[in-house]
């Protein structure tokens, strides 16, 4: 039996990176490690092109900003390290806390699990665009009013989904509040008085 059985060939490292998606794959690592400063790389015939970095128009608490970012990197990269907007917090960073909610295109996202790209030609705002110069946003001013913190670690991110959440609902009910931030994270374990707060939130900015 043993003379029937064929001998598998070694694999080569070429070939093994060809099946795991074509040149195009190892031609893009490559080209990072070595710091090709190229947009993309572009394989042989009938092979994708991989990019590995683009300039991302877009407007970040009302600017219009350029910025270079990697195919692979996230929105919250970019806010924290590229534009040193750091209210937005790394906890987690795989999209199960919230600490690094923002709004993108008036909607709640977690910019750690948003790729930059995704965001070019949209609008983000963070936290630090909510104030009017000296004036604090009504959610900010609500959770200071409540108590709606204790170390204050998630409590940019919770303010974020309690702007966006308010944007979609004006008037939600307590279960509606609970329901809406679901997706945020407080280890303190102060949620009575965030919902409290969200709900003076509502009520101010019903009267504005």
Known sequence: MENLRKKK????????????GGGAVGAGVVSRVLGKESLSVQAGPGDMEIVSSGTLSLSVNGKKLKVTAEAGETLLEV???????TGAKRVCNRGECGGCTVLLNGKPVYACHTLALQADGAEV?????LADGDKLHPVQQAFIDKDGYQCGFCTPGFIMASVGLLKKNAKPTFDEI?????GNLCRCGNYQK???AVGAAADVLGRT
């Open 9 to 20: 060939k070694p694999v080569s490292r070429r070939a093994f990176l060809q099946s795991m």
């Open 79 to 85: 806010l924290r390290e590229k534009l040193r907007l």
């Open 125 to 129: 705002l963070t936290v630090e665009g």
């Open 178 to 182: 609970r329901a809406g931030l679901a």
């Open 194 to 196: 965030i919902y409290a």
